[in-house]
């Protein structure tokens, strides 16, 4: 569940620290969370926007209180946690719709 960033003179690089895991393709059993903090990574170190950043973050953590996938004792499949993920990034926008108003966060495209 780890994400990494790897810094350098070129482009920067993010993936979760376990890599693509190919052994479990198609199997629906892959947790997506090293994955999706890898994105929350991006947003603050490549692109400045820690605060789309943290609504990433803060959408990860409510998901893992509500459902995990079977590595880590849950049930869930890896669309069901990335659906997740999604629906409380969505709830996070429509709950604080005045950070958009401030300029504070753009571009909720998920």
């Known amino acids: 569940m780890l994400p990494s960033a ?3 003179d070129g482009p920067s690089l993010y993936e979760p620290v376990h890599g693509s895991a ?6 629906g059993i892959a947790n997506p969370v090293g994955a999706i903090l890898s994105v929350a990574l ?3 170190y490549s692109l ?3 605060d789309l ?3 990433v973050n803060v959408a990860v ?3 893992l209180r509500e459902r995990r996938t079977p590595d ?3 049930t869930a499949t890896t669309a069901e946690i990335t659906s997740a993920v999604l629906s409380n990034l ?3 926008r429509w709950a604080a719709p005045d950070a958009e108003e401030s300029g504070l966060s753009y571009g909720w495209g998920v």
């Open 61 to 63: 953590a409510t998901t």
């Open 72 to 74: 880590v004792g849950g």
């Open 90 to 92: 969505a709830w996070a």
């Open 22 to 27: 190919p052994d479990l393709t198609g199997r």
């Open 6 to 8: 790897s810094f350098g």
């Open 42 to 44: 991006l947003l603050e």
């Open 53 to 55: 950043a943290h609504a």
């Open 48 to 50: 400045g926007r820690p």
